[in-house]
């Protein structure tokens, strides 16, 4: 953390970044495995560590990552359905306590669900319903159709959802 904190980064922003980067390394330990990617094992009873033992200033990257893990570890364990997948993402978010780092956790969750989903907005809202109330499906969606932006094709597909009233996030369509 302490090389995070000199890199020039926005302060505002709590995820991704340097930190989100350190967490995603914990998890994958892509820099020192020979075959690429030697994901962290998976236990139920460890599912937010190393979160909840960190200063509180690194648990929002934190939280938004972990969803990324936790779908990579029930994949390789062959829970290959990404919706169910998505089902036990969501009821890990929901069981975090504090409200505002449940929210990154939501975040999180739809910034895997954007990517699996292969771009589908339909996919993803249909992945992202899974989640537990209509405030975490919204959290979900609305940070998986962010992943249209890095695409004309996708850009095209927003702007239509946009205009057609079937998505209203300010986020992604913004102010109305």
């Not at 936790?70 to 919706?83: F, R, T, V």
Request: net charge negative; aromatic share 10%; charged share 25%.
């Amino acid at each position: 953390s302490g090389v995070c904190e000199r890199l020039p980064e926005d302060p505002d922003e709590q995820v991704g970044g340097c930190f989100g980067g350190v967490i995603m390394e914990y998890n994958y330990n892509t820099m020192q495995s020979e075959s690429g990617i030697e994901l962290r094992d998976f236990k139920e009873n460890e599912a937010y560590a190393p979160c909840s033992s960190l200063d509180e200033r690194y648990q929002p990257a934190c939280y938004y990552e972990q969803p990324s893990w936790w779908y990579a570890s029930w994949e390789n364990l062959g829970s290959a359905e990404p919706k169910g997948i998505f089902e036990n993402i969501g009821r890990l978010c929901a069981d975090i306590s504090q409200s505002a780092l449940r929210t990154f956790c939501f975040r999180g969750a739809g910034n895997v669900v954007g990517p699996r989903s292969e771009y589908s907005a339909s996919r993803m809202k249909e992945w992202c319903a899974v989640m537990p109330d209509t405030g975490s499906h919204d959290l979900c969606y609305s940070e998986a159709l962010g992943h249209l932006l890095g695409s004309e094709k996708g850009r095209n597909e927003l702007r239509l959802l946009c205009d057609s009233r079937a998505v209203t996030f300010s986020s992604v369509c913004g102010p109305r």
